[in-house]
């Protein structure tokens, strides 16, 4: 796969694999028993990836629309009134001064004020390489599945 996960080798001939007809077939199904395991750590680990993604694109896009309603607000607008929430069920009043700068956060506590037009690039940017990301953990997840029935088939075909 384009992100160096290996194929799973399929076992065509199992005698020749084994090394005979009345070979111990215990370090064949312990080699298969290994690289499954691999397979579902690197699962799991897509798995994980995929759902830190599924939260993070929507807050991204949110984010963004919040910058977009900013820039066509704010021309010519010396205040613009909004309500702020605070918790779950309160919300404040306020109103906005004219700033052209929008404070994001970049994670870490860390936050920078950017350019409304900075801004909106940034988060375009990082929208579209989350979801690139994203599109790329699904195909990972595919292939693995497919290498993770191989390996079970192949280890059913020694087994037996």
């Avoid at 949110?62 to 779950?88: A, H």
């Amino acid at each position: 796969n384009p992100r160096g996960i290996p194929k799973a080798p399929f076992v065509a001939n199992v005698e020749e694999y084994v090394g005979g007809p009345n070979v111990d077939v215990g370090n064949a199904v312990k080699a298969f028993q290994e690289t499954s395991a691999k397979y579902r750590y690197m699962e799991l680990s897509l798995q994980q990836r995929r759902k830190a993604l599924l939260s993070k694109i929507p807050d991204i896009e949110q984010t963004l629309t919040v910058v977009r309603f900013l820039r066509s607000e704010r021309k010519g607008k010396p205040k613009l009134k909004t309500l702020f929430e605070l918790n779950d069920t309160l919300y404040a009043e306020a109103e906005l001064e004219e700033t052209d700068e929008v404070g994001i956060w970049l994670g870490a506590n860390t936050m920078l004020m950017y350019p409304l037009a900075e801004a909106e690039q940034l988060l375009s940017d990082k929208l579209s390489a989350a979801k690139q990301s994203l599109k790329e953990v699904i195909e990972d997840l595919e292939w693995i599945r497919e290498q993770v029935t191989v390996m079970e088939v192949n280890f059913a075909r020694v087994h037996n």
